[in-house]
């Protein structure tokens, strides 16, 4: 059932961001993929951030092939399928805190926001980086 929202809610954004024809069908695709692997690594390994490195690392991967079948941008695919695990509840926690004067609440938020954004940013390189040394590769030879 979650994987379904978190599809649909990439179909929204698709559509909303003025994405046309049936590459938002492949976005929702990655995007319920994203929620769907986050959800199955979590389960298994009980690591917040180990399940959104592993699931950032596969739906990365599936972005980065597909951008390049149906000659997209890579950036566009990444930006989107990664919705899903964006640290949105603990940043609004976070900012309720410091606007509340509950300096405690606000900064281990925030904390949970960096550690998260950070994983996913790391994920990111490492995806972008391996495929950038594949290409590299496959044109010197």
């Known amino acids: 059932m979650q994987f379904i929202w978190a599809a649909l809610s990439i179909l929204g954004f698709s559509i909303r961001v003025n994405l046309k024809g049936w590459k938002i069908l492949l976005l929702a695709l990655g995007g319920g993929l994203s929620w769907g692997l986050y959800l199955i690594f979590l389960y298994y390994s009980n690591s917040l951030l180990f399940s959104i490195f592993c699931a950032v690392i596969l739906v990365c991967s599936y972005s980065e092939i597909v951008a390049r079948l149906i ?33 405690a609440l606000a900064s281990e938020h925030t904390y949970k926001v960096l550690l998260i954004s950070g994983t996913i940013a790391m994920a990111i390189a490492v995806v972008s980086s391996v495929t950038n040394i594949m290409f590299r590769l496959r044109n010197r030879f």
């Open 71 to 103: 000659r997209v941008p890579v950036s566009v695919f990444v930006t989107c399928v990664i919705i899903p695990l964006v640290p949105g509840s603990s940043l609004y926690y976070a900012m309720q805190g410091f606007i509340a004067g509950n300096s």
